[in-house]
């Protein structure tokens, strides 16, 4: 079983704000990054160190950490945002690295 | 712009040894502070660490393959390899190759993927 947990399904009408989160106890000493994943394509790093984007990636999405849990943002979600969300970390050792389950994003 | 691409056989048999290659162009896996990642995904699931290997030649292996993974480079071909011994039908599954930028869990760079399936 994974040690950072998410949800499997959001959904989010055009246009709004949603929140996918990530819970795990490794996230209290370590960053989450965040990926993209459309069917058939490799993942894309959208959100590394926390907060941060790489070149390329819209601003709407944001990353945010609290205790156990990061957050993945997306704030005026389009149609292209639909895809898998995944989420990693540093396992609380240090030394190896673990993927959330995944969220599947729907925008409706 | 950094470019990783999987290469190796698309059907192995069980019980045998998996080995797929990565070759990094457009830069260099000795390059500091990177790591270089193998990750895999079955058919409808989601994703899984293998291990790394840090440009110093350190590697790291998720402790549930570790038993049967080896990572190595080749700093003059520029490329990683992996080898996953003693293949199930459950290590059917993309395998991706990916570069971990100054964090072991920051893969910045990935390669497509390339499907392997276990089977006699």
């Known amino acids: 079983s994974s040690e950072l947990t998410q949800d499997p399904a959001v959904s989010v009408a055009l246009g709004q704000t949603v929140r996918i989160t990530c819970q795990g106890d490794?996230?209290?000493?370590?960053?989450a990054t965040w990926y993209q994943q459309k069917p058939r394509q490799a993942p894309l790093l959208v959100i590394y160190?926390?907060?941060n984007r790489p070149s390329g990636i819209p601003d709407r999405f944001s990353g945010s950490s609290s205790g156990n849990t990061a957050s993945l943002t997306i704030t005026g979600a389009q149609a292209e945002d639909e895809a898998d969300y995944y989420c990693?970390?540093?396992?609380?050792?240090?030394?190896?690295?673990?993927f959330g389950g995944g969220t599947k994003l729907t925008v409706l | 712009q950094l470019q990783l691409q999987e290469s190796g056989p698309g059907l192995v048999k069980p019980s045998e040894t998996l080995s797929l290659t990565c070759t990094v162009s457009?830069?260099?896996?000795?390059?500091?502070?990177?790591?270089w990642g193998w990750i895999r995904q079955p058919p409808g699931k989601g994703l899984e660490w293998i291990g790394s290997?840090?440009?110093?030649?350190?590697?790291f292996y998720n402790p549930s393959l570790k038993s049967r993974v080896t990572i190595f480079g080749d700093t003059s071909k520029n490329q990683f390899s992996l080898k996953l011994s003693s293949v199930t039908a459950a290590d059917t599954a993309v395998y991706y190759c990916?570069?971990?930028?100054?964090?072991?869990?920051?893969?910045?760079?990935w390669g497509q993927g390339t499907l392997v399936t276990v089977s006699s």
């Open positions: 490794s996230l209290r000493n370590y960053y």
């Open positions: 160190a926390q907060d």
């Open positions: 990693n970390s540093r396992d609380s050792s240090g030394s190896r690295v673990v």
């Open positions: 457009g830069g260099s896996i000795s390059s500091s502070s990177y790591y």
């Open positions: 990916a570069r971990g930028a100054y964090n072991l869990a920051n893969f910045d760079y």
């Open positions: 290997i840090y440009y110093s030649g350190s590697t």
